[in-house]
């Protein structure tokens, strides 16, 4: 019983541990940021490694989530004869919620893993302490220009994720099922607000990628210095970042859209 | 500084999340078409409003002139008070009449601007003196069934 006790106090502690270092961590590299856009061909790179190289799965995912909901969208609106809203139900699915979310999680298995396995390594190898060695400050060399890299990249690739989307809706629904173009479009545009719905669809994309950002350079650096703690590292990243996204959905959404839509 | 091919391929994958974000904003959002201007702020009290919210559109003649900006409650006279935000480029008589009318069966709802024929025109910050409330369907539905009961029991005797 109380080794019971004692095991779930020790993980609430180290819990707690690891948030308050992780804060701290948080600030230490908005401190030292100047590196990565004063040397702005460092944070460049990463955002070809983040981003750009993310492109095939958002695009190519965000095409299949447009077409299943023209399917499914078409499927439910056409029983009440209102096959001509199918715009406006994917372009509202997928602006304030669907791109932002699923795009966050692609981004976060697909770049957020890369990132902690990258740190993580280094820090296996003693890569960081040899920087530091040299005066090399490992977390504006390395760690800093990485989460300013998954921050830029992560908005570009949910507003790719969210037009492909909708133009995968359109080629089911009007190339395929033949829903009336106009009808799409214009009443897509009649129902979808600039500021209120793609504004904060955007607003959203970017604090999910300071999420993944943070919680994957964070593991790298905190991983267990061996090839066991780095795998465990890319794990807890990829849940981590999952259950980040969901929950600060949740919280956005209830900011964002008080029922008043 | 040297530029590399990385540099391209960043330059590509940034200028194409621009233009996505500008392909919602553009085409899937309606920043373009009814983005309004300079506007003037109207004002009418109903006695019911029925589901108009803010953000409703204004329409005259079927052409969206404004936008409903605040709905409250006026406590002493009983009434919801509707603020609007007109295009400064549209005015309207004094007389002019306002309606809240839906949209399809089971559209949204929007105040219709019906014009009248007076000379002097609504200034910033003037009260539609005329509206008329929104239709509720069960107060329709039950004046059709008071009428019919009504009716019923003469039948026979007729």
Known sequence: MTRILRAIGARTVDGIWRMGFAARFFAAILMRSGTSFARFQLTIREIFSTGVLSLIIILVSGFFVGLVLGLQGYETLQRYGSSDALGILVALSLVRELGPVVAGLLFASRAGSALTAEIGLMKTTEQLKAMDMMAVDPIARVVAPRFWGGVISMPLLAALFSTMGVFGAWFIGVVFIGVDDGAFWSQMQASVDFRYDIVNGVIKSVVFGFAVALIAVFEGYDSAPTAEGVSRAITRTVVNSALAILALDFVLTSFMFRGNG | ?158
């Open chain 2, 1 to 158: 500084m040297n530029r590399t091919v990385l540099d391209l391929w960043v330059g590509v994958f940034v200028a194409v999340g621009i233009a996505a974000v500008l392909f919602l904003a553009l085409k899937v959002g309606n920043l373009a078409s009814a983005n309004i201007g300079e506007t003037y702020r109207l004002q009418a009290n109903f006695d019911n409003i029925g589901g108009l919210k803010p953000r409703a559109p204004v329409k005259s003649s079927g052409v969206v002139v404004g936008r409903v900006t605040e709905i409250t409650f006026d406590s002493s006279l009983y009434v919801a008070v509707v603020k609007m935000d007109v295009d400064k480029r549209y005015s309207f008589p004094r007389d002019t009449f306002a309606n809240i009318l839906t949209s399809g069966l089971l559209g949204e709802q929007y105040i219709g601007l019906e014009v009248g024929g007076d000379t002097e025109m609504l200034k910033a910050g003037d009260t539609i003196a005329k509206t008329q409330s929104a239709v509720v369907l069960e107060k329709l539905i039950s004046q059709f069934m008071f009428n019919k009961a009504a009716e019923s029991p003469q039948a026979p005797a007729q």
